[in-house]
């Protein structure tokens, strides 16, 4: 089974709807990220969260919300969604396994295809 | 701010060939860099870091280096095959190691042709 696992896998939806966008990991890290691709403009951050009570933005998150809702999810939200946000989002885990030591390498979830018309 | 560049054009080579692939940093003095391979339509899989203080990694048909006097690193396939081909990514850390927090290049396509 995927340690990092996202949900759906692929949205097509219209401009104005309100999107959610579920991420689960069971590697049992502490960090969690959401980041979006563009063809020609690589991976780029939009919310990291170091655990359940820490969420904090990053480069491009006007637009987007996200929730921490248990150490293994991470969900990000388009509270009103517009075609430019029609993108590739990845979600990704990194940290400290439970006990053990701090891991600096990102694990990535399959993606999710959103299309915004 | 931070900018990473990568080979924007894609990189063919024969079979066999030892593919190299650049990444270039500026402002920024990152604690680690990492290397990302990426096949279309799927997440991003990790291979490599180098720390700061190191001038080489190798794992198996990989080799990463690591300059940071130049803001360059330099990453190899040797012996390469079809199966090498797909968008590599460069990542810098960009928080002091604090954080973990990662910039990406936008990547290197490389083909290899058989």
């Known amino acids: 089974d995927a340690d990092v696992t996202q949900t759906p896998r692929n949205r097509i939806t219209k401009t104005g709807k309100r999107i959610m966008l579920e991420c689960s990991q069971t590697k049992g890290h502490d960090r969690m990220y959401w980041y979006r691709q563009d063809p020609g403009l690589g991976l780029r951050l939009i919310y990291y969260?170091?655990?359940?009570?820490?969420?904090n933005k990053g480069e491009i998150s006007d637009g987007y919300s996200v929730s921490r809702q248990a150490q293994a999810k991470f969900s990000l939200s388009l509270e009103s969604a517009i075609p430019n946000q029609t993108a590739l989002y990845f979600c990704a885990t990194s940290g400290r396994l439970a006990g053990g030591p701090q891991t600096d390498t990102q694990y990535f979830g399959p993606g999710t295809r959103l299309t915004v018309l | 701010s931070q900018k990473i560049e990568q080979n924007s054009e894609a990189l063919n080579i024969q079979e066999g060939k030892t593919a190299t692939l650049t990444c270039n940093y500026t402002?920024?003095?990152?604690?680690?860099l990492q290397w990302y391979r990426q096949d279309p339509g799927r997440g991003p899989v990790f291979l490599l870091l180098?720390?700061?203080?190191?001038k080489e990694k190798r794992k198996e048909r990989l080799k990463v280096t690591f300059d940071t006097t130049l803001k360059q690193s330099l990453f190899h396939i040797t012996a390469s095959q079809p199966a090498d081909s797909a968008t590599y990514l460069c990542?810098?850390?960009?928080?002091?190691?604090?954080?973990?927090?990662?910039?990406f290049g936008t990547g290197t396509l490389l083909a290899v042709q058989p």
């Open positions: 180098i720390r700061e203080n190191e």
């Open positions: 990542a810098l850390e960009s928080d002091g190691g604090a954080t973990n927090k990662l910039i």
């Open positions: 402002n920024y003095s990152p604690a680690y």
């Open positions: 969260s170091f655990d359940v009570k820490d969420i």
